[in-house]
């Protein structure tokens, strides 16, 4: 591995000097970013360390409800190649994920109350601190996710019903409960690491894992609830609006307890955010981007910033306030994938918003063309710029996009993403937005859920993956421990990053090779 590695790095350093070299007269970028900005990569427990039995994942796993994770790229025990080759490139951040369920994978003696040796697996919290040590002495900077959508099974023990879980759980964010819970294992864990984390996420896109889990029932727990968000209909007597009102108290009493401990802690949540455009020339659509806008996109950012929540969901009914919640974001974490066009929901479909962006992720409700969706969606590029700066202009926090990555197997058209992504968070800066870096989504090929190893956004081939799955949708995969882990680069992408890195921006090269 070792040997591999430093071949590798040999590699990526000529790769980088001809890109950087070619510009014509030095390295310096003529898009520089600001002084200190972090360039790295962005990772989930689930999706990379793979071998995790204890959570919610893994129970919907054997329910048949989504392919088998396996040892996914076997992030678990291969961290340190990960980081070498990261650190190769150039990068200075990692982002990466403290797996709940690894950690508490029992329920402690009193929920809500201090954790103690006992509640915890010892082996896994030293597990973690040896990987902040390597990733440290790679020279990179951790981001650190607490919850990246998998729960411990005594959290959420999903069943193969639409409105129940398993009642010996929580039943997931149906319940209050799990937000105490969550930020005892918050507590526990800036405890052991206060000294080595600044970043911390808490949650990871809560609105993706609200949309997918008690909405569209794809995710744990498996709750539909399509009709109406406001209405009791699911386990603990919750509604949608309930369970993302206890994902936002999950949220600030995370924020507190690691602020207790470290004050100077920066610490904010991983936002999906969907860029919502109207159809030109159509009012239903521009209400519908609207309506969208505010129940997507900010939402949650309104309530962790005001400490105000809206209870009807579209912006033009009552607000409560919670003051625990107001001041709960050190920054905007930002994922970024889409720039959609919004249109009127169908009777009956997500009231009270009334609202679908013609995203693939909706098709599985509905079919886009029926709804009256164009056949393609505005310039994701001009949507990352707009997002950014809609909340550089109403939330005046610093930003750090913290996922954003290409999904398709050509190889020049991820770079070229990378390349015209990073273009428009400059733009964005140019025009005032605070940014602290950009992390591309993701190191190596993983595993993306209910695709299970069909989706190519790594940075990094794994190469049994691409030998089984390339060609072959649903290519039933599974990696076990006699899978060639072999990380190769995908190029021109890795190169033109790293150079990107090394830069600290876009070289004229880079820009007239793979720019606009």
Request: contains cysteine; proline residues 7%; glycine residues 6%.
């Amino acid at each position: 591995m070792k040997k591999r590695s430093v071949i590798y790095a040999i590699t990526v350093m000529l790769g980088i000097a001809t890109l950087v070299s070619c510009s014509g007269s030095s390295s310096k970028s003529s898009a520089s970013f600001p002084k200190g900005f972090l360039w790295g990569v962005s990772t989930a427990a689930e999706q990379s360390e793979g071998g995790n039995t204890a959570n919610d994942w893994y129970i919907w796993e054997q329910l048949g409800n989504t392919p088998p994770v396996g040892l996914a790229d076997n992030f678990y025990n291969l961290y340190a190649e990960d980081f070498t080759n990261a650190q190769a490139m150039h990068l200075n951040a990692f982002r990466l994920t403290f797996e709940w369920s690894r950690i508490e994978p029992n329920p402690p003696a009193v929920i809500g109350m201090p954790l103690t040796a006992g509640d915890v697996i010892t082996a896994e919290v030293q597990h973690y601190k040896d990987v902040i040590a390597s990733l440290q002495a790679h020279g990179m900077t951790p981001v650190v996710t607490l919850l990246h959508w998998t729960l411990p099974q005594w959290v959420d023990t999903p069943t193969n019903t639409t409105t129940i879980c398993d009642p010996s759980s929580l039943c997931g964010w149906t319940n209050t409960l799990t937000a105490y819970a969550f930020s005892s294992y918050a507590a526990f864990m800036a405890q052991q690491f206060s000294t080595t984390v600044k970043y911390w996420i808490t949650e990871n896109e809560p609105m993706p894992d609200t949309l997918s889990g008690y909405i569209a029932g794809e995710f744990p727990p498996g709750f539909k609830s399509l009709s109406n968000l406001t209405q009791p209909t699911m386990s603990n007597n919750a509604s949608v609006e309930t369970v993302v009102k206890n994902m936002i108290m999950g949220h600030a009493l995370a924020y507190h307890a690691i602020h207790a401990v470290e004050p100077n802690a920066m610490v904010s949540i991983a936002q999906n955010s969907i860029y919502s455009s109207a159809i030109p020339n159509d009012p239903a659509s521009a209400a519908a981007a609207k309506a969208f806008d505010h129940a997507y996109n900010l939402l949650y950012l309104d309530a962790v910033t005001t400490g105000e929540f809206d209870n009807g969901l579209t912006g033009t009914t009552n607000t409560q306030y919670y003051p625990e919640w107001a001041h709960t974001l050190d920054y905007i974490g930002v994922n970024y994938y889409n720039n959609d066009y919004v249109v009127p929901a169908p009777a009956g479909i997500l009231a009270p918003i009334n609202a679908l962006p013609c995203d693939s992720t909706i098709a599985s409700i509905i079919p886009l063309n029926s709804i009256g969706c164009p056949a393609q969606n505005p310039s994701e590029t001009q949507g990352l710029t707009a997002i950014l700066l809609e909340y550089a202009r109403r939330y005046h926090l610093p930003m750090l996009i913290t996922e954003n990555g290409y999904g398709n197997a050509d190889p020049v058209g991820k770079a070229q993403y990378i390349v015209q992504n990073i273009q428009a968070v400059k733009n964005a800066i140019d025009q005032g937005a605070d940014m602290l870096g950009y992390m591309y989504w993701t190191m190596d090929y993983d595993y993306e859920w209910t695709s299970g190893y069909d989706q190519n956004f790594g940075l990094f081939y794994v190469d049994d993956f691409t030998t089984t799955c390339n060609t072959k949708p649903l290519c039933g995969f599974v990696p076990t421990a006699g899978t060639d882990f072999t990380r190769t680069p995908v190029q021109p992408a890795v190169d033109v990053y790293s150079a990107i890195a090394a830069a600290n921006g876009i070289t004229p090269t880079i820009m007239s090779q793979y720019g606009h």
